[in-house]
Every structure is written in C-alpha cells, then in structure tokens.
C-alpha cells in the first residue's frame, strides 16, 4: 500500500471562486438591469496529495463539480489559482493546457458523456491515444486499448473492443468509460459522481475497481460525491462542501469520528446504518439549499443550522484549523471538540 506523504501536493487549489453570469431577460438588458451572478464556488481552498482519493462531498448545488472542473482545467476560475504538479494552470495557454490534459482525466457520471455511441469500445479508447500519443502506430495503439479493456474487467478484450456502447450492460460501459479516462496514464483522475448511475448491485464492484486501478496505476484521485457512505468507502480526506463554501476538510476516519461542523454532522447523520436501532444523533436540517444566486449573509448554513447565533447571519466563519490536520468553518466548532483537546 502506497504512503501519501502529507506534504507531497499534487494539486493545491488556493481562494478559488467561480461565478457564472446569469442570464437576463429583454426588459433587463434594455434597461440595463444589474449584471447577477450564480456564486457555484466562493473562496475554496485545498490540496490533493499525491496518491490519495480526494473526497469532495455535498449537496447538489454545493458547487463540488465546478470546482472538479476548474481542477482539471476544463473551465476557467474566476479568480483564485489551481496549481498541478506545481504548475499554475492559469499560466498555459490552450496549447499548454491541451498537452497537460493527458495528466487530468475524468470519469464521468454518465459513460456515454465519454463513449462515442457510433464507436465501438476499442476505437472510443483508443481515441486519447491517437490525440496524446500520435507517435504510437495502429497496432501498438490497439495492444494498448486491449490490455486496458482486460484491466479494468472486460474479457475477453477482442470482443469487447468492437462492441458498441448499445450492445453493452450500465455497468460495461462505465468499466470502459474508466479505461477510456486511464489510457493515457493520468496521474490526476476526477471521478465526478462515477457510479451515480449503475445499478446498486455492481456499484461497489466498480469502487473496487477503481481502488485496484489507483493502487496499479499509481492513480491521484479527485472523487466527487453527494453522499457520505461512497466517501467512506473510497475517500481517504474529505472536504465537505455546502453552498459554494468548503464547511471541514479532514481525514475519512477523522471526520467520521469528530465532525466539528453542523452541516457534516447532519450529513453523517443521514448515513443509512445497518442496525436500525441505532439512534441518529441530529437529523437533516430542513429546508432546501438556499438560492446561489443571492445567498445568506455571514455563515450560508445558518438559515438551516440548528445552533445558529446572532453571529452567524453577519460574520463569515474563519477556516482554521482545531484539531491536526482538520480544517473547520464555524464560528461555534469548539463544541464539538473531543473533551482534552
Ligand atoms: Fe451553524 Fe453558525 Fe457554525 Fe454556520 S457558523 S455552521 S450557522 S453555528
């Protein structure tokens, strides 16, 4: 098993933020209506170490996707900096970002995003490395794509390679669409929600696949997710988003242990538990996750937080630190300190 050294970053993202202009209606932009703007993404900031999965978790509208995409260079931020590899992404040009997109791959929630539907599965595979490595010939290229196909379970190779996606079950199609994302030798991998869509009975299968995979590989992930039981199963840090902002970062067994932030609380206490006489200890705050567009003053979680004080409608909550390697944004986090810390 691989030791991931603390200090060894793969990916540090600093103050990122990443708003997205809302559109306006004729009678605004004849009137010149005040430009709005959908605040995904305010002031996040993080690191991946090498060799570790990443968990980014949350609600959906939390704005852990757009952050995967600005990581991985597919969208630009606002402002703020994602540095791979100690490059800063904000320094290269198309050309630059192309060549280094070989390095970040993404696995996508829905296979098809990745598979051509009028390619079979060898050709969509083989497609990174006839634009990332055009020096390979066709015969080295399809040696490539088989061993791949055998990698990530889809034997024989020979028959799977000319399949279509059509002709191939849910789950087939996201060990391809894995293959299709690993061909290149990423040392990056965003895993945004990848097993969202298959069927319950193959999902930890894949999980498995994918732990192997890193392990084989030697693979970084990014892994995003809405819910805390795929975390546990995969993740070994999490940050748990809420609203555009992260809430914690720490450790799986840290956080799973000593969640100092309301918002991961309820979300742990969301988890399903096998023994159903277990009593959960604070339940999903109500309410929906408020409009991004225009959100709440101070702390965002305080309309739906449980121990909200005065403070939290004006302040935002510094991100600090409470316990090693354990970041935290609350103003009332010492709460829920272990007794001796
Ligand atoms: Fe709740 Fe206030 Fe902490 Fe926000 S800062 S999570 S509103 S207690």
Redesign the pocket.
Known sequence: MRVIDPTDNLVEVRDLTKWFPVQQGLLAQVFGGKQRFVHAVDGVSFEIRRGEVFGLAGESGSGKTTIGRVVVGLTPPTSGTVTFDGIDLSTLGSAGLRSLRKSMQVIFQDPMASLNPRMSLGRSIGYGLEIHNPEMDAEARRAAVVEMLERVGLAPANYFYNKFPHQTSGGQRQRAAIARALITRPELVLADEPIAMADVSVRALLLDLMNELKRDLSLTYLFITHDLATAKYICDRVGVMYLGMMAEVADLRELYTHPL???SQALLAAVPVPDPHQRRTQPMPEGEIPNPINPPSG?R??PR?P???SI?RTEV?TYRALRPDHWVA????ERYLPSGD
């Not at 609350?330 to 986090?333: D, E, G, K, V």
């Open positions: 932030h309301p918002y702390c979680f305080h937080c121990i909200a004080g939290c909550p609350c103003h009332y986090a």
